[in-house]
């Protein structure tokens, strides 16, 4: 069974935390807070443990990820 998730294309306000944004690489994560935040995708992270991830100290760059999104088992 597969979960599809659309949003409007109309133009938005920035959304409060929690909300899904992207990295520059196209990485999707669930941010609770500026900067700090669960990756959902990206080949770089552990996902055997739900770890948060904390981005001070990184270069990496985030915005409001407002495109589909569809969930199903392999």
């Keep these: 069974m597969a979960i599809k998730v659309t949003t409007p294309e109309?133009?938005?306000?920035?959304?409060?935390?929690?909300?899904?944004?992207?990295?520059?690489?196209?990485?999707?994560?669930y941010m609770v807070r500026?900067?700090?935040?669960?990756p959902l995708?990206?080949?770089?992270?552990?996902?055997?443990?739900?770890?948060?991830?904390d981005f001070y100290d990184t270069p990496h760059i985030f915005t409001d990820y407002n495109e589909p999104i569809?969930?199903?088992?392999?």
């Design 10 to 29: 109309t133009k938005q306000d920035v959304k409060p935390f929690p909300k899904l944004m992207k990295n520059q690489d196209g990485e999707i994560f």
């Design 34 to 38: 500026e900067k700090y935040g669960l």
């Design 41 to 53: 995708s990206g080949d770089e992270w552990d996902f055997r443990e739900n770890n948060f991830a």
């Design 70 to 74: 569809t969930i199903q088992n392999a």
